[in-house]
């Protein structure tokens, strides 16, 4: 039985998935990420600083570490958002390689939607149903339009977590007056991009909705297994825009459930999962803690 691992690098975030492949099926040994910031300051200057360099060189440092203990067989790196728009991603991919000889590629949006829709339908199955799936990420917001095994849309906009975050909701706690700019300006971005779409089920996946997931069931120790296939319903999210809001940043690392590292951009997040709910009308969605991880590994080692 061989180990394969998938490193995802996003604006917010690293992933790392270990997974041994037995009988066609995917078992996963190791799920993980690690909030390394990447995109720190990218909207304001258009690159990737020195310092989220070195950090993120670290992150990823340490889980090929973790790849030689468990004899990983095959290591694929991916990066997305971040590494698509920063003038010096070509820096920070040269650096990687030179100091650890490990090559990353660069996914399109296409590629990403594909490889996140794929993840759905190997894990929860769509049938025949109209779908639409979204991602929202620290950099970028994904949304894929589905029906059955079909993919017949896919829209990838620059509005993510960190920019809000950045440009808006400056105090500790964050005013009501702050937060009404921030939804006007989420909620202006959409309607310029002409949002729009009736899904049978709406379908939510990345760290801002499993957060709020694990929030949600006051998980002291994260579960996949629970937020996978999960429902969260607008007055849940509703719910918790009031709690972060409440809160300072200090604060919201206490709150049972969310990464601390996670705790400042959180209600950006959560602002922006409401306005997608309210743009494809539906009162719920289901949360997959599976994403382009996933769909990468059974892409390359199961379905090909």
């Given at each position: 039985?061989?180990?394969y691992a998938i490193l995802d690098i996003g604006t917010n975030s690293i992933k790392f998935f270990i997974a041994e492949i037995k009988n066609g099926k995917i078992h996963t040994i190791i799920d993980t990420n690690n909030i390394s910031r990447l995109g720190e300051g990218l909207q304001k200057t258009?690159?990737?600083?020195?310092e989220a360099m070195e950090r993120n060189t670290q992150v990823l440092a340490d889980f090929l570490k973790i790849a030689e203990k468990e004899n990983v067989e095959e290591i694929t790196a991916v990066g997305t958002m971040c590494l698509r728009t920063a003038k010096n991603a070509s820096e920070f991919i040269k650096k990687v390689k030179n100091e650890l000889n490990l090559e990353i590629e660069v996914v399109d949006g296409e590629e990403e939607a594909r490889l996140s829709y794929l993840a759905i339908l190997s894990t929860l199955g769509i049938a025949d149903k109209n779908v639409i799936v979204f991602d929202t990420g620290g950099g970028s917001t994904e949304f894929i339009f589905g029906e059955g095994t079909e993919l017949k849309n896919r829209i990838s906009l620059n509005i993510g977590a960190v920019y809000p975050t950045e440009?808006?909701?400056?105090?500790d706690p964050v005013t009501d007056e702050e937060l009404k700019t921030t939804f006007s300006y989420i909620e202006?971005?959409?309607?310029?991009?002409?949002?729009?779409g009736n899904p049978d089920v709406l379908f939510g996946i990345g760290g801002t909705v499993?957060?709020?997931?694990?929030v949600k069931h006051k998980m002291e120790k994260y579960n996949p297994e629970i937020i996978q296939g999960s429902t969260m319903e607008l007055e849940e999210v509703e719910r918790q825009i009031e709690l972060y809001k409440s809160k300072t940043i200090e604060e919201?690392?206490?709150i049972t459930g969310l990464q601390p590292k996670r705790a400042d951009v959180i209600l950006a997040g959560a602002a922006i999962v409401k306005t997608?709910?309210?743009?494809?009308g539906k009162?719920?969605?289901i949360i997959s803690d599976r994403g382009l991880r996933h769909g990468l590994m059974y892409d390359k080692y199961i379905a090909r």
């Open positions: 039985m061989s180990k258009g690159k990737i600083s020195p440009k808006f909701l400056l105090s202006n971005f959409f309607a310029e991009h002409d949002l729009s499993t957060s709020m997931g694990a919201r690392k206490n997608i709910m309210k743009t494809f009162d719920s969605f």
